[in-house]
T-cell receptor, first 107, second 113 residues
Framework: DAKTTQPPSMDCAEGRAANLPCNHS???????VYWYRQIHSQGPQYIIH???NNETNEMASLIITEDRKSSTLILPHATLRDTAVYYC????????FGAGTQVVVTP | NAGVTQTPKFRVLKTGQSMTLLCAQD?????MYWYRQDPGMGLRLIHY???????AKGEVPDGYNVSRLKKQNFLLGLESAAPSQTSVYFC????????????FGPGTRLTVT
């Protein structure tokens, strides 16, 4: 699995877009980039994943740089319920989580 | 579908006791995982399995054993519990293809006194 680096924390105003960066410079060609979030002490929740192309679903958008060394998760209109720890993972199957980014959405 | 279930939800052990945590999935997934999460920290991979009858070590395997005798079940054993193993344990499963995501269970909160 690729080693990933994320900022430890970030704040976001409710209703604004939240842009969460992730560096994965050691990612290999067959490793997907996955994003999960964990709200309080619940099990992690899948958000989105991608290989090379940008992806969008009902929760978020994922922008992957052309060289695949970094990516950005975009929450288009953050709500208070988006307050959570967000994890970026580069994996072919082992799925090793790092420390993640604590996102706090404020009113 | 129940998804991924974990048994028990809570447990208190004394140092030196043994126990087994059960993870079950009904999605016919090939991969299964065991993680631990200590307060204020991210998840750390203990062991994982890429199919029935197989197991592999993760980041923090010491003090734990696992078995995958049936495809739908992944057991995590603590032979001699230590206070350092006090943690929340999460199980996850996923399908075979590289593009498939993980599904997580609700967690087991274990305290070793």
């Amino acid at each position: 699995d690729a080693k990933t680096t994320q900022p430890p924390s970030m704040d976001c105003a409710e209703g604004r877009a939240a842009n969460l960066p992730c560096n994965h410079s050691t990612i290999s060609g067959n490793e997907y980039v996955y994003w999960y979030r964990q709200i309080h002490s619940q099990g992690p929740q899948y958000i989105i994943h991608g290989l090379k192309n940008n992806e969008t679903n009902e929760m978020a958008s994922l922008i992957i740089t052309e060289d695949r060394k970094s990516s950005t998760l975009i929450l288009p209109h953050a709500t208070l319920r988006d307050t959570a720890v967000y994890y970026c993972i580069g994996s072919w199957g082992k799925f090793q989580f790092g420390a993640g980014t604590q996102v706090v959405v404020t009113p | 579908n129940a998804g991924v279930t974990q048994t028990p939800k809570f447990r208190v052990l004394k140092t030196g006791q043994s126990m087994t945590l059960l993870c079950a999935q009904d999605m016919n997934h090939e991969y299964m995982y065991w993680y631990r999460q200590d307060p204020g920290m991210g998840l750390r991979l203990i062991h994982y399995s890429v199919g029935e009858g197989t197991t592999a070590k993760g980041e923090v395997p010491d003090g734990y054993n696992v078995s995958r005798l049936k495809k739908q079940n992944f057991l995590l054993g603590l032979e001699s519990a230590a206070p350092s193993q006090t943690s929340v344990y999460f199980c996850a499963s996923r399908g075979l293809l590289l593009s498939y995501e993980q599904y997580f269970g609700p967690g087991t909160r274990l305290t070793v006194t």
